[in-house]
Every structure is written in C-alpha cells, then in structure tokens.
C-alpha cells in the first residue's frame, strides 16, 4: 500500500480524501495557492507545498507545479479529486513517466470518455442510445451558430473538457448561441485549459441520473446504483438523492448493466459514473462520462456502505475488488444539499468574504440529530437517521472569489425517503452560517416543495418553480403559529432577564405582562402567554393554544424548542422590538409588542428604497471582462451591457429597460464590490 499520496486539489475534496487516507494510515500531502495558505485542508494534511499564486491557471491547472511538489514530497501517488486536473490526460501522462500511480483511471480512458466529443462517439459505436448533436469541433461563433440551426434550437453549448457547470450554456435563438459560444469557450480556457466547444440537442423536460460504477484492472466492475441529481441551476447540481424516486428495478439494472459494459469498452479502472437523461417514460439516453469521483458520490456511499475514496486507493495499488454485484444493496434513502456561497435573494450570485460564523449540524452516523438535549433524545428515539458533512471551510475563513463558491455538502440518511428529507429540513434549519450570501434559505425551501416531496421532478425544477428567482418563503399559518408561540415564550424570557438588570431606580418595579401582540409575514397574532418552570403555554384569540418547551436563553443564535411537541430548530437574532428568525427558508422580522406599542408601531410610515432604476449596479464581488456600450448609446431591453466574472463563471449583465447610456464607470480589468455602479443611464 501506499504510504504517501499528494492531493492535487483544494477544499472539501481535498478534506474529503484526507480522512480516507488517515483511516488507512497513509500520509497526506496537501497543494495549496497564495489564497488558501490558511485553508483547511493545508491544516489537515501531514504536509503542504505552495504551486502559485491565486488563479487556477497559475496554480492547481499547472501540471508543471503539481509535478514539482511530488518530486518534493516523495508522494507515491496522486488523488486529483473533482476538476482542475482530474480529468486531463497530459496529467496522468505525466505522473507515468515520473512513476507515480494515478488514483483514477488510465490515459486511454481519460482520453476516450472524459472528452465528451469522443465518448459520445464511441457510445454511438456500442449502440448506446445518445442526444443528437454536433461532435466535431467548432471553430468560432458563427460556424456554433450554423450549427445549431441545423440541429434545431434550443441547443446546449458544452465544454468539451467541462465538468461542475463550467462552460455550458443552453441558447434558444441564434444570438443566445453567439454569445453562449463564445462564453462557454471563455470559461472553459479560464477553467480546465481546454477551450474546445460542442453542440447538441438540448432535452426539454428530461431528468438527470447517473450510475455509479467501480472497476479493477483485473477485468472486474460492479454498478454501485444510481444518483437523482434533477435539481440543478445552471446546469449546476444543487440536490441529488440516492436512489432515484423514479427509477423501477428493470431500469436500475439495464442502465447499470451498460454503464459497466461502456467502462469496461475502454479498459476503465477506478470509480467513475455515467450520466444519462431519462424521460418520462423512462427511456434513457448516453449524456457523458465523468472519468473521477463526483461531487455527489457521498449518498451512494451512504446507502451502499462503499467508502469510493479507499476503493480508488486499493484499485490504484493494483488491488482486485472484493465488492461483487449481488454484495450491492439499496439500504436506506440518502439526500445531499450543496450549501453554497450564493445569494439566493440576488439571483443566486457569488458572495464572497469571512465566514463570521460557521456552525454545522453535528453529525451523526444514526440516532437524534441534536444529540445535546436529553428531551430531544426522548422525542428523537429510533429514528435511526445520519448526518453528514463534506466541507473545506471553517469559522473565520475566507471565502475566495477566484474558486468554485461551494462550502460543504450536508447529507442525511434515513431508512425512508420522507425521513431523508425531514432530518435534512432540521439539519438546514440548525447550520448557521454568517458573513456571507448563502443559499441555506433556498434548499430549506426546495425540501419544503410539494413537487419535490412527491418526486416530480426534473431539470427544469428551478426554473420553473422559482422563474422570478427565489424571494423567499410564504410560511403557512400552521408554522407562523408555532413561530409566533416560540417568539411570544423567548421574548418573555428576555423580559423577565431584563428586569434582573442591576442598578435600577428605587420604588421601580419593571412588570412583565401576559398579553403580547407578535406581528411577523404582515400578520399580527394576538396571544397571551403562561409560563410556569417547564415552559410556556402561548394561548391564540380563536382559543386554541401551543405548548413551548426550550433551554434558550438570550444571546443563544440557534434555538431548539419543543413546540406542540414536535421539534422547532430557529436561527436568532436580535432586532429592535423583537428577533430576526430564519426558518424553513423564510426570512423573518418578528415584532412582539405590548398592545399600545403596536397601536403605535401601525402608525409608523414605511422606509422608502432608494432609486436606482437609472444605475446598472455591480450584483457581486467580481471582474469586469468587457463593457458592451459606451456614453451615448441607445441600448434596448434584454440588450448585453457588460460581462462580469466570478468564481471561474461569467455573468452577462443586461439591460432591463431601453434606454441611453450616460456614463461608464468601470472598464475591462476592474475589481468591483456588490452595488458598485458600472453604468448610470439619462
């Protein structure tokens, strides 16, 4: 076995690989760039070497720099995890020659499947079903539009190299394909160093599932089940669950039998995983070859029991599997959510900075989830749920604008799908996470969705439920009810604490009342609450009542609460006359006033927003690759106004009205911070 592999990656993958290594007791070697000195996977590696300055093309992309740092290390082997180089074969080449083993597949099958161009043609070879399309390269815009006329629109534009959602883009006229050409090719350059462009049909309505498969060089391969991974934005997976809620034991295995026999074409060793497009009627069609371990492989190895990581090592080592078809079970339902650092109240843009708070839910391999609380022990017992989270960051870390703006991966299992997703709801309802946009609030809502619940899902999920984009979630009156209770019993808590304050005036006895309005969605709830020593009783004006039991004392940011007997997890924080309160996705102002001081607050007018109608303001922290118009230009409504990038991905600025540009602000090469104004318009 190995005694020292390096990993030529950065973040929670890096952590991920590092805990499998420790495990086996081999040493690890962490790569790192000017902007993650501090990361944590440098902290958790026995050593670290430096390969460049921020930008992945002066870094993490260079294979020069990589091979550097083995020769310094003495590492036997290379775990690449997930992008960068992982599927670049001069980089496997490279560590042949230097006689260093690859904890992946060989060249040739890099070559035949991890280019998306070739592996369509070789599945088309083998008879495997495929989304009609352009193979062949593409020279410039014009020949991308030419094309995709001749396919018929819409079409998707991939990177041939591409991965994560980097370099694709679906256009649905002739313009949307010049410019999605020409930005796909971008940051495909930018982000694995190969700017080749494809073509194909681009599948209305089709849900994404993938296979993943594990094979020896000893001619052996298994089918580890599949992964539902229809939640995407952007092309960009946000929530995969295993297995698929659409998928039948006749589909499972003919896909599974396939993807084995296409890895096995092309002499695969190691973990990989096939993707498909399945239709309603569950026909399935070839859509790539990720020739790596996925950014999802965590819930397959949740309800399989398979660690991918320690097999990759093993198979690399020239260990033959142990693991047969008929050893592969379906045990359990597992879910992961992406948590990542994007503001899903501005469209899900980049947000970057210190992580002032970061707080995950403790994981737990089965049991409650908030194992701290006896009382919740008892209300928790045999549920037999897991949590688990991947992730790279750590409170008072960075968050890095020149990388992929994940934060962790948190993963629930359950022996049920509907326990899955209720231990996910309480595990995103207790991560706290400060400092930063996140998008905690948008997949709270997503497991709320009744489309989701019931497994009706597809590609489309997002852009179709959220088409305005995500502003929030309207509570029903059921949960505002058990808000309301939890607030009315905290704010009497923070009362009678308040009257405890020393250096009063004499003959000055602070009374605190039963009777509270709490006003929170735009709707006001009358309550009266009675407390005794094991809680509050917050009765409602149409007579029914909730019972609210807690250890919350003021300060606490995270609140865990018994409310009607079925558990309550708030995010807290302290706003005049009440709490900011985070729930289920909603973002809440929680107003609990004595009945004049909300008299009162009825009467005050409302805070104007300023108008900026004539401005084209900055939406994230970014770079500004090129201005499209200048001082005096007529622009139109839906017109590209500038391209800013973030995080390896451009983003097309465009004009929301016509209009003249009356000045320029910002230029090609310019750092800018969110609501910097770029344009202003007459």
């Given at each position: 076995m190995f005694e020292k592999i390096l990993i030529a990656n950065r973040g929670e993958i890096a952590c991920r690989v590092i805990k499998t290594a420790r495990k086996m007791g081999i040493k690890t070697v962490a790569i790192y760039s000017d902007a993650d000195k501090q990361a944590l996977h440098v902290q958790m590696a026995d050593e670290s070497v430096r390969i460049g300055p921020p930008p992945a093309n002066q870094s993490y992309i260079v294979i020069d720099n990589v091979m550097d740092a083995i020769r310094k290390t003495g590492a036997q082997a290379v775990h690449p995890g997930y992008g960068f180089l992982s599927e670049n074969s001069k980089f496997a080449e490279a560590l042949e020659a230097e006689g260093v083993s690859f904890i992946g597949p060989g060249k040739r099958a890099i070559e035949a499947m991890g280019d998306k161009i070739t592996s369509k043609k070789i599945a088309q070879d083998a008879d495997v079903s495929t989304v009609p399309g352009y193979m062949g390269l593409i020279e410039d815009a014009n020949e991308a539009v030419k094309i995709s006329n001749q396919i018929g629109y819409p079409v998707m534009i991939k990177a041939s190299a591409g991965g994560g959602g980097k370099g694709m883009r679906v256009a649905w006229n002739d313009t949307e394909a010049r410019e999605g050409f020409q930005s796909s090719k971008n940051e495909a350059a930018n982000s694995f160093?190969?700017?080749?462009?494809?073509?194909?049909?681009?599948?209305?309505?089709?849900?994404?599932?993938?296979?993943?498969?594990?094979?020896?060089?000893?001619?052996?391969?298994?089918?580890?089940?599949?992964?539902?991974?229809?939640?995407?934005?952007?092309?960009?997976?946000?929530?995969?669950?295993?297995?698929?809620?659409?998928?039948?034991?006749?589909?499972?295995?003919a896909m599974g039998e396939q993807s084995v026999a296409l890895a096995k074409a092309v002499g695969y060793t190691s973990a990989g995983t096939v993707e498909f497009i399945v239709d309603g009627d569950k026909n399935f069609y070839f859509l790539e070859m990720n020739t790596r371990l996925q950014v999802e492989h965590p819930v397959t190895?949740?309800?399989?029991?398979?660690?991918?990581?320690?097999?990759?090592?093993?198979?690399?080592?020239?260990?033959?599997?142990?693991?047969?078809?008929d050893d592969v079970q379906i045990n359990g339902w597992a879910i992961e959510n992406r948590l990542y650092a994007e503001d899903p109240y501005r469209g899900f843009l980049p947000s970057i900075g210190r992580l002032t708070r970061y707080r995950p839910p403790a994981e737990l391999s089965g049991g409650p989830l908030l194992e701290n609380n006896k009382w919740q022990d008892d209300a928790l017992k045999g549920d037999g749920i897991a949590v688990r989270n991947d992730t790279g960051v750590y409170e008072g870390g960075e968050i890095s604008m020149f990388y992929d703006p994940m934060i962790a991966k948190l993963c629930t299992w359950a022996a049920t799908r509907d326990g899955a997703i209720e231990a996910m709801r309480n595990a995103l309802d207790g991560f706290e996470v400060e400092g930063i946009g996140h998008n905690l609030p948008f997949l709270s809502a997503v497991m709320d969705h009744p489309k989701f619940i019931s497994g009706d899902i597809t590609t489309a999920f997002i852009e179709e439920e959220y088409p305005d984009g995500f502003e929030g979630v309207e509570l029903p009156d059921a949960t505002l009810r058990r808000i309301v209770a939890s607030a009315a019993a905290m704010h009497r808590v923070a009362e009678i604490r308040r009257t405890r304050l020393s250096g009063r005036m004499d003959n000055h006895e602070r009374r605190v009342g039963a009777k509270w309005i709490v006003t929170l969605q735009g709707v006001a709830f009358a309550v009266n609450v009675k407390a005794d020593k094991e809680g509050a009783t917050v009765s409602f004006e149409d007579g029914s009542s909730l019972r609210v039991t807690s250890d919350w004392t003021p300060g606490d940011q995270l609140a865990s609460l018994l409310v009607g007997g079925e558990i309550l997890v708030l995010k807290v924080g302290k706003i005049s006359g009440g709490f900011q309160i985070r729930s289920r996705g909603a973002d809440?102002?929680?107003?609990?006033?004595?009945?004049?001081?909300?008299?009162?607050?009825?009467?005050?007018?409302?805070?104007?927003?300023?108008?900026?109608?004539?401005?084209?303001?900055?939406?994230?922290p970014g770079l500004i690759v090129k201005v499209d118009v200048n001082v005096g230009d007529d622009v139109q409504e839906g017109q590209a106004l500038c391209t800013v990038e973030a995080m390896k991905m451009e983003n097309i600025l465009r004009a929301e009205k016509k209009g003249v540009v009356a000045k320029v602000n910002a230029g090609a090469g310019d750092s800018l911070a969110v609501d910097d104004v770029i344009l202003e318009f007459e």
């Open positions: 160093g190969d700017d080749r462009i494809f073509i194909e049909k681009f599948v209305t309505q089709p849900r994404h599932i993938e296979i993943q498969v594990l094979c020896d060089s000893h001619g052996n391969g298994v089918y580890l089940n599949e992964r539902e991974c229809s939640i995407q934005r952007r092309n960009q997976k946000v929530v995969e669950e295993a297995p698929s809620p659409f998928l039948d034991k006749t589909t499972r295995k190895e949740l309800i399989t029991g398979v660690d991918l990581v320690e097999q990759m090592i093993r198979v690399a080592n020239g260990e033959a599997l142990t693991i047969h078809q809440l102002k929680v107003h609990v006033r004595t009945e004049r001081q909300a008299e009162l607050a009825r009467m005050m007018p409302e805070k104007v927003a300023p108008d900026t109608s004539k401005l084209l303001l900055c939406p994230m």
